[in-house]
T-cell receptor, first 113, second 115 residues
């Protein structure tokens, strides 16, 4: 069956360290993958998109990798800050302008001062 | 530039009723997507509209429908409400929609409670 999983429901790290979040999927062939941040009581905020033919994308302190062989994306936040504490969601786009768009369950990140 | 707005913000309905939610995208955006978020199922894609046409659809029953107007505003309708339809309904807008590199901007959501 089709499944999308994120490494853990919650992740605690110390300020200044690199946070690494994992998104794994089964029985999907995504054309692209997106990462979002969601704060309590608010809608998600788009962070990065990476396409199936791209290995890595960077934006300021954020880095995303995409391995279609392992069926996995890694999301890194370097030099993490307490303000980075939020829930992070990955989402698969099954086709370009395709039939479905699937979110993972999210990982709640807490950056401790 | 004004953000994505959704109305109403909160809604209480009873089983069997129908409901219409509204989403006004950012000016110039042609794509509007709708999502349902619940604690148990997470964030689930409902459908995407682009230039008044439904372009993508998630795995929801036909009770969930939508439309988009020529000014890109979109409405979502749920008929014959069930208790399980209680959720936060989010819409998002972007210039070119899902699959493009455009940023999706989410609204604050409509909290629907079905009694």
């Amino acid at each position: 069956s089709q499944k999308i999983e994120q490494n853990s429901e919650a992740l605690n790290i110390q300020e200044g360290k690199t946070a690494t979040l994992t998104c794994n999927y089964t029985n999907y062939s995504p054309a692209y993958l997106q990462w979002y941040r969601q704060d309590p009581g608010r809608g998600p905020v788009f962070l990065l998109l990476i396409r199936e033919n791209e290995k890595e994308k960077r934006k300021e302190r954020l880095k995303v990798t995409f391995d279609t062989t392992l069926k996995q994306s890694l999301f890194h936040i370097t030099a993490s800050q307490p303000a980075d504490s939020a829930t992070y969601l990955c989402a698969l786009g099954v086709d370009n302008y395709g039939q479905n768009f699937v979110f993972g369950p999210g990982t709640r990140l807490s950056v401790l001062p | 530039k004004a953000g994505v707005t959704q109305t109403p913000r909160y809604l209480i309905k009873t089983r069997g009723q129908q409901v219409t939610l509204s989403c006004s995208p950012i000016s110039g955006h042609r794509s509007v997507s709708w999502y349902q978020q619940t604690p148990g199922q997470g964030l689930q894609f409902l459908f995407e509209y682009f230039s008044e046409t439904q372009r993508n659809k998630g795995n929801f029953p036909g009770r969930f429908s939508g439309r988009q107007f020529s000014n890109s505003r979109s409405e979502m309708n749920v008929s014959t409400l069930e208790l399980g339809d209680s959720a936060l309904y989010l819409c998002a807008s972007s210039l070119e929609g899902l699959g493009s590199t455009d940023t999706q901007y989410f609204g604050p959501g409509t909290r629907l409670t079905v009694l």
